[in-house]
């Protein structure tokens, strides 16, 4: 089934303790639109870059079976770059410099063929994009959003309104307590629930993923990496893995929800073994049916 | 199948953001042996108190069905006692004062009847002492034990001295982090099933636990509560349920292995629901089967 994503397409600059990254194609609708292109043919992407982002990129997504109309070219802009510093642990991170370029004046325009889509990603963008972006879309069966700590300290009344109008929201541990106001997370979800979004993932990195539904809660583990080479992107991919499970099969019922969580997970534990999406670019099917048969097994028992 | 369990028994007293208690029934081994109560039926108990524990508190752990022949009680001696006080967020504790009394010149003995035990549980004490106990007993079929960051740092050639005849280690991450060296709990696993015990688990709080083995890792989630009323004795808690779940069943398979951890887990999950082991001393069968099936539930995926 159809999918349309919608977010930042990026240059970034990466440091971590293993070394440096510069130039790297970064941004979110880049990480989802790739990771979920193992699971959906029929990607939409909308976002902008500026001249300088190269037809060679234009080509990688192509090559992934991404439809790149809806990416809008600047002439004689740049393309929003992102410069980072990773510590020791690989939990944090510093933001050394961000330039908007291009994306500061991004208004999503979403193409006439494109505003079918039954299933749609907002990328981590400002809140009023991501309404305006939903206001263009017919009837999509599935809206799933992403957001951070930005948005949330910085513009909390426009992310409400827009919490309003998605189903599923996907965020960090650490961003579910800030938006909830309360440092217990199953307190939290109740309360981001009753925000809107009816199905709620939380994500805490080397302890896996939390999935809230009506149905109940899933804990999903996270895979048992014994080295973390670079996790830019690891949030993006799992949404896109996530979405394009559920896009591929067209199903929203409890299972469904659980395996594309352990599938955003497996996509995202690849992600993290190379730097920015080098890993993810050159995955086979074989090796992702592998290692989401090992997250099967993290948890498996016999009654 | 029989079960010695060697630790501390203590009276602490305790204040949380909701409330203190003085004067509770604590230490270790009353909560390892309170846990494994729902499990096993033959569990014999050592350690040492003052004439001030009191019979009320040796009464409860014979109700318990717990043997408790191997209390040693000096006569004008004063009981083993700790202070402490939880932060806000229920993760962190300040040891506020600690009065090791008649503890300080335990020595354990395991009386003759109690030496074939099939399933030795070691709580958190020297491990030197813990070295003496397994030197008393004739071939026991499985040994677990626990340690803490003081034995960690203190004690390191003694711990390892120890490790090397142990089963089972259970610990907590940052206290794997400590042991190994290294802050991936991977290789910290790896490092640590290396010193000797072929069984590791890792306790992460609230994100759950793992389980390491020559089988490979199982991941536990934890049982997604909305309040942590006081967590003093959960970890140990843990391990008496997993304990005794193996000793009832007579049994060290990998399936036995994790239902284990998730029955030790269950039982954790009650703990700390109320002050020192007031929880524990009143759960029924059918809240542990209930709890257990929500474990389950938390991780089940259909294939």
Redesign the interface.
């Known amino acids: 089934m159809s999918l349309l994503i919608v977010g930042s397409l990026a240059f970034d600059n990466i440091e971590t303790p293993f070394g440096n990254s510069d130039d790297t194609l970064g941004g979110s609708a880049t990480y989802v639109a790739i990771s979920a292109s193992y699971f959906s043919d029929d990607i939409k992407l909308v976002g902008v870059v500026g001249s300088d982002f190269g037809d060679d990129n234009i080509r990688l997504l192509q090559s992934k079976g991404i439809d790149t109309e809806g990416i809008q070219v600047i002439e004689g802009g740049k393309t929003f770059r992102w410069t980072g510093r990773y510590h020791?642990?690989m939990n944090t991170r510093d933001t050394l410099d961000t330039q908007l370029n291009v994306f500061a004046e991004f208004d999503p325009v979403i193409p006439h063929r494109y505003q079918q889509c039954k299933y749609v990603c907002l990328g981590n963008i400002d809140p009023i994009l991501q309404r305006k972006v939903l206001e263009q879309i017919s009837r999509p069966k599935l809206t799933i959003c992403d957001t951070m700590n930005f948005w949330i300290e910085g513009k909390p009344d426009e992310l409400k309104k827009t919490l309003e109008l998605v189903d599923v929201l996907v965020i960090n541990d650490s961003e579910a307590r800030q938006l909830s106001g309360d440092?217990?997370?199953?307190?939290s979800a109740r309360i981001i629930r009753g925000m809107g979004p009816k199905i709620l993932i939380i994500k805490?990195g080397?302890?896996?993923a939390?999935l809230f539904t009506e149905n109940?809660?899933?804990?999903?583990?996270?895979y048992?990496?014994?080295?973390i080479f670079d996790p830019t992107g690891a949030g993006d991919t799992f949404a896109g893995g996530f979405i394009g499970y559920i896009a591929k099969h067209d199903d929203i019922s409890e299972?469904t929800l659980?395996?594309a969580v352990?599938y955003g997970s497996t996509m995202a534990s690849f992600c993290v073994e190379k730097f920015g999406p080098d890993r993810i670019q050159e995955i086979s099917d074989l090796e992702i049916q592998d290692r989401f048969q090992s997250f099967?097994?993290?948890?498996?028992?016999?009654d």
């Open positions: 020791y642990d440092p217990n997370l199953v307190k805490k080397e302890h896996g939390l109940g809660i899933f804990a999903a583990p996270a048992p990496l014994e080295s299972n659980r395996k352990l099967l097994n993290l948890s498996r028992i016999e």
